[in-house]
């Protein structure tokens, strides 16, 4: 059977539930990671990044905290290997017939002597999608966040002969570039992401605790917009206050947010596990000068920022646009300023290809999308802003459309 047989036998459901693509969307996916293959002249992948797996299949479910990947062949259909019990729900989400799917056995799971890796290696040998000859070549995620290095040693003592390599993100940068269908999903993921802003900064009031905050995010984050709802981020909501504004990646707890204070809000709104994030800040009173300042440049860089995400610019171009803008006003920033999204699972919603950044020379093209997140984060206080953009023939398109600028509330 060749690959494009193979390939468009992709049913449009499964068990009664639609698939979210069409046949036809994901035999194109598999054909352009298999042309990638090939070029490398690689055997098999070993995908174990659960947005991969998504991706190549539709498989969705709760089940990567315990050994998974899905095996792609240089020709055919991939094989999904998972938990006996999480199998099921390939029934349920991935169009895989279930010749396609392995479930390993319940002893294997939180074993000290052996390893679901050993099971799904010797499987994937029994089945030909591993050949442990000097000829061979297979690749594996090996920085994909669920891989674990017990995982990798398993695969690796069953592969003594053949080459095991690095993947180098091969599914990542496949998925860079998105299908007109996957723009939609992007579309309905800003969508959510600005009603879910729009309640997180209603939310935002002296004397509420930053948990009742939270609460609020999350229901509309489930809620959706427009008859379409929302599904879980990848990232919870992240909700900086006070002095600690001036520090990324922190969350919540239960104290009250306090006049006079700054809080940065970064969330994301989610469809069909796509990922639109976004970030504002809010200031409860009268903002201090400095992070008014601040505010007024960042838009302005802003700006310059994103009239570079357009065909035949690059990361590079939009990092300088934004870094000269700043630094007229006397602010600099080290880190980047955006990377790429789609497809997001727990513990992030970047797809860890191209970023916005001084040595990023990637060339731009339609159809890709990014997060371009502007954070400021001074000591004792910060300022966070960011859009959501799909790269269009004409320029970036932004997928919400809210007030820019800092947020001031009595």
């Known amino acids: 059977m060749t690959r494009a047989e193979a390939a468009h036998q992709a049913p449009a459901s499964v068990v009664g539930r639609p698939q979210p693509f069409t046949g036809e969307e994901y035999a194109a996916r598999l054909g352009r990671v298999q042309a990638a293959m090939a070029e490398r002249s690689l055997a098999g992948l070993v995908v174990v990044d659960p947005a991969n797996i998504h991706y190549l299949t539709g498989y969705n479910a709760w089940s990567f905290y315990t050994p998974q990947c899905l095996l792609v062949p240089a020709d055919g259909l991939p094989h999904l290997f998972a938990r006996s019990m999480d199998a099921q729900g390939a029934r349920h989400t991935a169009y895989l017939d279930r010749h396609h799917v392995h479930g390993y056995p319940e002893h294997l799971v939180h074993r000290p002597d052996i390893h679901p890796f050993d099971w799904i290696t010797d499987r994937a040998v029994e ?27 398993a695969l690796q003592a069953r592969l003594t002969r053949a080459a095991l390599v690095d993947s180098r993100e091969l ?23 600005q009603q879910v802003m729009l309640a997180a900064l209603d939310a935002v009031a002296p004397g509420r605790r930053q948990c009742d905050v939270v609460a609020d995010i999350q229901h509309a984050q489930a809620l959706g917009s427009g ?73 302005e860089g802003m700006e310059a920022a994103l009239e570079q995400l357009r065909p035949g610019s690059t990361g590079r171009a939009a ?15 080290e880190s980047r300023i955006g990377y790429s999204i789609g497809i997001g699972y727990p513990p992030d919603w970047g797809e860890r290809t191209v970023s916005l950044r001084a ?31 799909i790269v269009g023939r004409d320029g970036a398109e932004q997928l ?3 007030p820019r600028g800092l947020t001031v509330k009595a």
């Open 319 to 333: 990092h300088a646009a934004f870094t000269t803008v700043i630094s007229r006003h006397g602010l600099t920033k």
């Open 227 to 299: 008859g379409l709802g929302g599904d879980y981020p990848a990232i919870v909501p992240m909700l900086p206050t006070g002095e600690s504004a001036g520090t990324p990646h922190l969350t919540w707890s239960d104290a009250p947010l306090a006049l006079g204070e700054a809080t940065t809000i970064e969330l994301a709104g989610v469809y069909q596990r796509y990922h639109a994030p976004l970030a504002r800040t809010v200031s409860l009173g009268q903002p201090p000068e400095r992070l008014a300042r601040c505010a007024e440049a960042v838009s």
């Open 171 to 193: 599914v990542n940068w496949v998925r860079v570039v998105k299908s007109p269908a996957e723009e939609e999903m992007l579309r309905a993921a800003g969508a959510i992401a």
């Open 400 to 402: 919400t459309h809210l």
């Open 127 to 153: 089945l030909g999608l591993l050949t442990d000859t000097p000829d061979a070549q297979f690749a594996a995620e090996t920085d994909a966040h669920f891989f674990s290095p017990r995982g990798y040693l």
């Open 359 to 389: 040595e990023d020379e990637t060339e731009l093209v339609a159809g890709m999308a990014f997060h371009v997140i502007l954070g400021m984060w001074m000591d004792g206080w910060g300022y966070e802003t960011s859009e959501p953009v």
